[in-house]
T-cell receptor, first 113, second 115 residues
Framework: GESVGLHLPTLSVQEGDNSIINCAYSNSASDYFIWYKQESGKGPQFIIDIRSNMDKRQGQRVTVLLNKTVKHLSLQIAATQPGDSAVYFCAENLSGGSYIPTFGRGTSLIVHP | DADVTQTPRNRITKTGKRIMLECSQTKGHDRMYWYRQDPGLGLQLIYYSFDVKDINKGEISDGYSVSRQAQAKFSLSLESAIPNQTALYFC??????????????FGPGTRLTVL
């Protein structure tokens, strides 16, 4: 199957800065994308999702952008806080009954106070 | 996520032992999954189940087996543990949205060490 990849394995930012985490996907048929946050010692937690019929979706301090032309996904975190330090995974999926999401390796976000 | 629980949270065992990891959920979801995570890597799918009577192999099922005892329970067994099965194991559930998308919800994980 096709895979999801991340551009950077580690991203270091200063507290208060905005963070951008990128993700490339290769399956042009994927129509559903999810970002997960995994804190140390915990399971991945759902952050935000986006359907392929959208270019942008906003949550609380987070925004996901989808560029289907270049098969690129990004997660923007505004005013990054130390509690945002975690590994962030993107996952791609297909709507319908039998599909299983494909996860990328993850990007480690380190927020310096 | 307290709705998905895993036991034990940590386990140290020896090569050749049979190990069972248990997962329970109160979300009422039909679909359940077992994943393995190695340091610096993403999640690899071991087995998944779309309902009580449905069991499917994932990408790395060799050396593992599962049992779906009920909608709420999905167990993973290592028949004869080996050191390279040392990893974090996650259980997940998912349910369908109104527009036919599935989002997964993960348990807290089990850290397994095979000596």
């Amino acid at each position: 199957g096709e895979s999801v990849g991340l551009h950077l394995p580690t991203l270091s930012v200063q507290e208060g800065d905005n963070s951008i985490i990128n993700c490339a996907y290769s399956n042009s048929a994927s129509d559903y994308f999810i970002w997960y946050k995994q804190e140390s010692g915990k399971g991945p937690q759902f952050i935000i999702d986006i359907r392929s019929n959208m270019d942008k979706r906003q949550g609380q301090r987070v925004t996901v952008l989808l560029n289907k032309t270049v098969k690129h996904l990004s997660l923007q975190i505004a005013a990054t806080q130390p509690g945002d330090s975690a590994v962030y995974f993107c996952a791609e999926n297909l709507s319908g009954g039998s599909y299983i999401p494909t996860f990328g390796r993850g990007t480690s976000l380190i927020v310096h106070p | 996520d307290a709705d998905v629980t895993q036991t034990p949270r940590n386990r140290i065992t020896k090569t050749g032992k049979r190990i069972m990891l248990e997962c329970s959920q109160t979300k009422g979801h039909d679909r359940m999954y077992w994943y393995r995570q190695d340091p610096g890597l993403g999640l690899q799918l071991i087995y998944y189940s779309f309902d009580v009577k449905d069991i499917n192999k994932g990408e790395i099922s060799d050396g593992y087996s599962v049992s779906r005892q009920a909608q709420a329970k999905f167990s993973l067994s290592l028949e004869s543990a080996i050191p390279n099965q040392t990893a974090l194991y996650f259980c997940a559930t998912s349910d369908r949205t109104a527009d036919n998308f599935y989002t997964q919800y993960f348990g807290p994980g089990t850290r397994l060490t095979v000596l």
